[in-house]
């Protein structure tokens, strides 16, 4: 039986308006997303987003993307700060910041983390990361264009 495939690489919740979520949910709460580079997308834009509101204080990014009741934040904290090698980050940071939160989530040397962090995944979500997407764009909208 194979395992089913939600390409949320870090449980963004359902109801954000990220382009590429399905509608669907798992877990009562998390999106299902049409392909790993917009659940991928999805968490990059949340994350730069967190970068500018915190100032790019790792702890409160992570405080904030994983509360303390669901992910020891220390560990959390501690995970990816040492895998970006710095404490506040900036927008330049992100593609470390974002492997270090796909690791985390998903076991280091997982196979459903080398997934997300395959350089055509990773690159093609980057760059649709940095154009606003209406909420019902899909994967395939962007792929027959």
Known sequence: MSEKVY????N???GQGYAGETGETYA?????FDSPVMGLRALIRDLNTKIDRHGGDVRKIISQFAPDF????NNYVRYVE???KKAVVTPEDLPLLTAAVVEFENGVSSDRAAQYLKPEVLNEAFELSKQSLPTNTRYEDIKTK
Do not use: K, L, M
């Open 7 to 10: 390409n949320n690489p870090a």
């Open 12 to 14: 963004i919740e359902v």
């Open 28 to 32: 009562g709460r998390f999106a299902i």
């Open 70 to 73: 669901e992910n020891p934040t």
């Open 82 to 84: 040492n895998r970006v």
